[in-house]
């Protein structure tokens, strides 16, 4: 059990340092994605204030609740998104004040939650070293596809940003997978 305690620490950790130089170093998180203030951000700004009911995500354009038919709703409501724009908004009307400490406990504890769960299935396992490594990068491409392949797929994320992401669990998960392999061995595992 304490192997499987440690190798949650380490993986977690190595996780959370990958996902910090990809993000602020190699810019992974980022790709896609703009981050410049829109000409006329203002006028969104005030438009999403007085508009937006509550925190939320939404999706623009919406269904719009006047139509009463289902198919008629949904058909106006492609044909506004086959004209465009369209968006995907995360809208948090207090305000966001970050506490980036908080988040980055909060993220180092869900990297070593996860790796919890990754030196458990290690603990199960038999092979050769290098076979558990890709079985734990293989989680990271596991959680790309439960989650992130879905973000390109529904919500049209640019595919760069899709990519971008995929990398970043594949690398981050295998470069954890090389410490929680050799901490976890089965009884039956072999080197």
Known sequence: MIRVLTASIVGGI???LWGAISHMVLGLGEKGMSMEKLPGEQAILTTLS???PETGIYFV??????ITDSQRQWDDAMERMNKGPVAFMVVTREGYEGNMAMQMVWEAVSSAAAALIVSIV???????YLFRVLVVAG???FAWLSYGASEVI?????EAYGVAQLIDQFVGWALAGLF???IVRSRCASA
């Open 139 to 141: 989680f990271g491409v």
């Open 14 to 16: 190595v996780v959370f």
């Open 180 to 182: 929680m392999a050799a």
């Open 122 to 128: 290690l603990l199960a396992m038999r092979g050769p």
């Open 50 to 52: 007085e508009n937006i």
């Open 61 to 66: 354009p919406g269904m719009d609740p006047t």
């Open 154 to 158: 529904w919500y049209d994320f640019p």
